[in-house]
């Protein structure tokens, strides 16, 4: 509910802020120009800077581009459909969200959700005022008249009891619907009215340099309305593998979780969720979850209470040019299958590892992100073609979609440590110290363990560590120390720049390129 990711390394907050001091230069300049159009305006009610016959000709049409500057006509038909949320959490769910607040790591990317909630900015615990639970609130948006309204997971998330407040300033008890936490969406009903003004969701794509408003209830000040223009799209912030954000410049802060953005056609194009922010208040980077995606979601939240995933059964991973290089790619691009399910609908269809996934169904897969998302947007039971680079050839595979089952919990890397012989066998170019599986893996009998990273190694810089298992050096399996320096010593020989390795992690499995040090 009040969660957000925040917080950056020096260097990038310098950026952001010499970034956003440009942009005010920019905005600045914006007003005086619009302020030289008022000026043409051959109204009588406005003063002529220019005056005489000579701008007659020009002072008609900046009049009228004059009256329909503002956005005054928009929001009064838009606002009276986005609401405040209030939400009432049990103690257990609030000490949770407050240890996990706690405990998060600091970075851009990991803090996201932890901007928005109260209007403090955190969760409030009315319990010090003699009460007992947790209280927040967000933003939302009617729908449809009969009540139903979109909102953030995180705004809701664990609630007791959720209230809204209208813009005519009525409130009503809601339920939750259902949520969807890899979107960050929810559906919640508002009992009590049938006649509510309702928001239209937009079918086309909001556009970069678009005008968008932004409406909600910013540090319990509801109703608040803030205008910008669609600064990007296709936003990766790193809160799941369907990360898809719009990003605006209005300025959101605090509250406005969410809170529609809005076109000036008064469609939402996208539900205000994120903002990156070194402060915590509004830096004018803030990010929406697009109207296509809240549509998909919602329409399922609302005839199933969830939503359902095609899913094909693989851990995927970006193709880097480093990876490119190591397997011959004329392109950094795809997705690259690092492991394919056992009994999944990619293995059951001839996918392995080392397999580049570039299109499905005809749509380009420009990297794993994307295709995560297409795969996500087919229903279970759909029928997929996928483009596959096979050991350099392309062929054509056609599966059947299963459902995306719930998050598995991964195995802590820590449990492959410590275990086995800790002695082993240098690989000195790449700082590995390498040794059988053995004992050290309970997963499987295949591969070379990592006993031990030189810290100052290119191995630890790829983020190699001591625990995890190699696979398979340049396409070869390895069952031994040995076979990891004769495919080393076969490639070097080879003149290759680097090698690509497949590791597993845990429960993970991934591919690394490795340079290598001829001579």
Not at 492 to 519: E, I, Q
């Amino acid at each position: 509910m009040t969660d957000q990711r925040n917080s950056a390394s020096s260097s990038h907050r310098e950026q952001t802020r010499s970034l956003f001091s440009a942009r005010k230069v920019v905005l600045m300049a914006s007003v005086v120009t619009g302020l030289a159009v008022y000026g043409v305006s051959s109204s009588s009610d406005r003063f002529d800077i220019f005056g005489g016959a000579a701008h007659a000709q020009v002072g008609n049409a900046a009049s009228s581009a004059a009256q329909s500057f503002g956005f005054a006509e928009v929001v009064e038909r838009v606002k009276p459909s986005v609401i405040s949320v209030k939400v009432t959490m049990k103690d257990k769910a609030a000490d949770a969200s407050n240890k996990d607040d706690a405990d998060e790591p600091s970075s851009p990317m990991e803090r996201f959700f932890r901007q928005f909630g109260g209007p403090n900015g955190e969760f409030q615990n009315p319990g010090r005022n003699g009460r007992r639970g947790t209280m927040g609130q967000g933003s939302g948006f009617f729908i449809s008249s009969d009540g139903f309204a979109v909102t953030n997971n995180h705004v809701v998330e664990g609630a007791d009891k959720v209230e809204v407040t209208t813009d005519a300033g009525k409130t009503y008890t809601a339920k939750v619907v259902g949520t969807d936490p890899r979107t960050d969406l929810a559906l919640i009903k508002v009992e009590g009215g049938s006649d509510f003004s309702f928001a239209k969701l937009s079918a086309d794509k909001a556009r970069i340099g678009d005008w968008v408003l932004a409406v909600g209830n910013p540090f319990g000040l509801g109703g608040t309305v803030t205008a910008g223009i669609v600064s990007a799209s296709g936003r990766d912030i790193g809160s799941g593998p369907y990360d898809d954000f719009i990003q605006i410049d209005a300025p959101v802060n605090k509250g406005n979780s969410g809170g529609p953005a809005f076109n000036m056609r008064g469609e939402v194009v996208g539900v205000n969720t994120a903002i990156y922010s070194p402060s915590g208040g509004s830096v004018g980077i803030a990010f929406s979850i697009p109207a296509a995606t809240v549509k998909n979601v919602i329409a399922q939240l609302k005839d199933n209470g969830s939503v359902s995933r095609g899913w094909i059964g693989v851990q995927i991973q970006p193709v880097t040019q480093d990876i490119a290089d190591g397997m011959g790619l004329k392109q950094a691009q795809g997705a690259l299958v690092a492991d394919p399910q056992k009994d999944g609908p990619a293995a059951k269809a001839g996918i392995e590892a080392g397999d580049v996934i570039t299109a499905a169904n005809g749509q380009s897969v420009k990297d794993a992100r994307e295709l995560a998302r297409i795969i996500g947007g087919f229903a279970p039971g759909s029928t997929v073609k996928l483009d596959v680079l096979h050991k350099g050839k392309s062929k054509v595979v056609s599966l059947t979609l299963g459902q995306l089952p719930n998050a598995q919990q991964a195995k802590a890397d820590s449990e492959a440590d410590g275990k086995g012989s800790t002695r082993g066998t240098d690989v000195p170019h790449l700082g590995l110290t390498l040794a059988p599986v053995g004992k050290a893996d309970s997963a499987s009998k295949k591969g070379v363990v990592i006993t031990k990273v030189d810290p100052k190694s290119v191995a630890a810089d790829r983020g190699l560590k001591k625990g995890d298992v190699i696979l398979e050096v340049a396409g070869k399996n390895v069952t031994k120390p040995g076979d990891v320096g004769e495919a080393l010593e076969t490639a070097r020989t080879d003149k290759k720049g680097s090698v690509l390795m497949r590791l597993r992690s845990g429960d993970a499995s991934r591919y690394v390129a490795l340079p290598l040090a001829n001579g």
